[in-house]
């Protein structure tokens, strides 16, 4: 585990009263971030706020406009890029290596390099430029892990890494003595690594104590804030137009001043209303379909291994998908995942078996690639491919703009080309151009890269509300968490398995059972093996069975907790009257909601195991 932070530590790295723009927008405005070692922060924002941007002003890459940074003398930075661009002729060894601290003559390194390479799984000897992008990010990882820094700058360091990377790498993590800035849609990587939250919002920086589980609550309380000032600022407003309307002519020398305050007045007020709304995205009501959606019967197919032979894809694969099912398929990167979905849809052949589709089943892919994109045609064009503006959006026309305003796009972008757009932009207009169409399907490979916190959160709201059918790649533990009712398990070696539930319950199925907590198996079982399970014990273990016994006392005590809390925090004047207590008590008040959530759920999972057990025995 990483060392605690000392709260009285001196900045390794800062930025101070700083301000960045660029042409006429500005970014942030007189913000100070310090960062020690031993800090654990995430940085979280809307795309396009400037969060990399800030994290690049840090690393000194780009040059403020006002204020400074300060570094101090000797300490490493690393930054880890959204998408690094090493030099193609480097081999994979000589990469990483290139980020080693300057060490004395004779001191070995090669195992610091040969252990990153491992954990990234990646070959020492090919070159970078013969990489995936999804390589040269976990290439670029490595060369970050063995540099020793003081302060490590991380931009979305989970996108494009699969499960057991991802959680290689957060093992790695919580072992090293640097500070940490994270910017990541990953809650779950969040949730391990991140002890403090600063949010970027409309070029202001806040600060939050906790973890990013309490941002939603903090941040409606921070907005909320905001909108009572901006009541205030409105009376003030309409008390100096007031003003100015009886006395301006008589006293307009000696009170010019007074005028300029006014302009300011509403400058800072058309800035308010100026906040971003949130995401409009609509998934609209699925189209009728019969009960089976899909069958896979018996699906075989291959792939040539690069270093020779072949590589199993599918090995006899066999399952079925019904109406409303939703479902998560995980695995490691080059398990078949997206290869499996491309059989299900018809765009791929099995070399033998086939795929039956239900009677009405109207699919929509999202790509992960994102193929179904032209890079030069515009975003009006891409969602009026006929000529026009107007998209039909579930059965009723709409204007293009005010369409792709849903999506958070500004009116002069419906003409700007798609190669102009963001990962997270480009993620956003494929959505939009998907759920325009009429579906019971949606298959969704990898739909969460590069979207930011709220926009997950409102997509997974979206993909709950949805009568259909959901098919969704991802290694967003938390969104899997939230959104599907089971977790199809691409194993790699042509096995797949499905598990019910979300992926916590996938790993208790694995750890606690994971004979009898696989549905539908694809492989017959071998002839001849005429043994039988052999039969749990019938009850709990004596530790087990005392904590159900106790869970309901302390859960009625948290309960009793929370009300409290909730009730002393619902005073209107507690804020104004001591605000250090109110962000005391909104910090218990968050503790305590978690303390209870994890005995609720300990509670169920006792009380599934004991009622499994009593029925084996």
């Not at 000797?74 to 990469?95: H, I, M, N, S, W």
């Not at 009257?577 to 218990?588: H, M, V």
Request: with cysteine; charged share 30%.
């Amino acid at each position: 585990m990483a060392a605690p932070i000392d709260r009285a530590a001196p900045p390794v790295v800062a930025l101070r009263a700083a301000g960045l723009g660029f042409a006429d927008r500005r970014l942030f405005e007189n913000i100070d971030l310090p960062i020690a070692k031993g800090d654990r922060i995430c940085l979280v924002g809307r795309n396009g706020s400037g969060k990399s941007t800030m994290m690049k002003a840090l690393a000194g890459e780009v040059d403020l406009d006002s204020g400074d940074r300060f570094l101090k003398p000797g300490a490493r930075v690393v930054y880890l890029p959204q998408e690094p661009k090493p030099a193609a002729d480097l081999t994979v060894f000589d990469y990483v290596a290139g980020g080693l601290p300057p060490v004395d003559e004779g001191t070995p390194t090669v195992h610091l390099v040969e252990s990153a390479l491992e954990g990234m799984r990646l070959d020492a000897e090919r070159t970078m430029g013969g990489l995936s992008g999804g390589e040269a990010r976990r290439a670029a990882i490595a060369r970050a892990l063995v540099s020793e820094p003081d302060i490590l700058l991380l931009d979305e360091p989970t996108n494009h890494l699969d499960l057991p990377t991802i959680e290689w790498l957060e093992d790695a993590l919580e072992r090293i003595q640097a500070g940490l800035l994270i910017i990541s849609h990953d809650r779950a990587f969040l949730r391990r690594l991140a002890k403090r939250t600063v949010w970027l919002e409309r070029g202001q920086l806040h600060k939050l104590s906790g973890g990013i589980d309490a941002f939603p609550d903090w941040s409606e309380k921070v907005l909320a804030d905001e909108e009572a000032q901006a009541h205030k600022l409105n009376k003030l407003i309409a008390e100096e137009t007031r003003w100015l309307r009886e006395g301006l002519t008589a006293r307009r020398k000696r009170n010019m001043g007074r005028v300029r305050n006014l302009f300011g007045l509403r400058q800072e007020r058309a800035d308010r209303i100026k906040r971003p709304q949130g995401l409009n995205i609509s998934a609209g009501e699925a189209s009728k379909s019969g009960q089976l959606v899909m069958e896979a019967i018996h699906l075989n197919k291959t792939y040539p291994d690069p270093k020779g032979g072949s590589r199993t894809i599918a090995n006899d694969v066999s399952f079925l998908v019904s109406r409303k099912d939703r479902i998560g398929v995980i695995g490691p990167n080059g398990a078949g995942k997206t290869t499996i979905l491309r059989m299900l849809l018809g765009y791929e052949e099995p070399e033998s078996g086939r795929v039956k589709m239900g009677f009405g089943v109207e699919p929509v892919y999202f790509d992960q690639r994102r193929q179904q994109l032209n890079p030069d045609d515009t975003l009006w064009s891409t969602l009026c491919p006929g000529g026009g503006d107007t998209v039909e959006v579930h059965g009723k026309p709409r204007h293009v703009v005010s369409y792709l305003r849903d999506f958070m796009f500004a009116d002069r972008q419906a003409t700007a080309k798609v190669s102009t757009l963001s990962g997270g932009e480009r993620n956003r207009l494929l959505l939009a151009k998907l759920f325009a169409s009429s579906h019971n399907l949606l298959v969704l490979d990898e739909p969460t890269n590069d979207l930011d916190v709220e926009t997950l959160d409102l997509l997974q709201e979206e993909l709950a509300d949805y009568d259909g059918t959901i098919l969704l790649v991802s290694h967003d533990r938390d969104f899997l968490d939230r959104t599907v009712t089971s977790i199809m398990a691409v194993e790699g070696d042509g096995t797949v398995e499905e598990y019910v539930g979300g992926y916590q319950d996938y790993l208790r199925q694995r750890g606690i059972a994971p004979e009898t907590a696989k549905l539908k198996p694809n492989k017959t079982p071998k002839s001849g093996s005429g043994e039988k399970p052999k039969a749990k014990s019938g009850k709990l273990s004596y530790k087990d069975d005392r904590e159900l016994g106790q869970l309901p006392d302390r859960i009625a005590a948290l309960e009793e907790k929370v009300a409290t809390l909730a009730r002393e925090l619902a005073d209107p004047d507690l804020y104004a009257r001591d605000p250090n207590g109110f962000q005391a008590k909104t910090d218990a008040l968050s503790s305590a909601q978690a303390e209870l959530d994890a005995a609720e759920e300990r509670w169920l999972e006792l009380e599934a195991l004991r009622e499994e057990l009593e029925g084996a025995a």
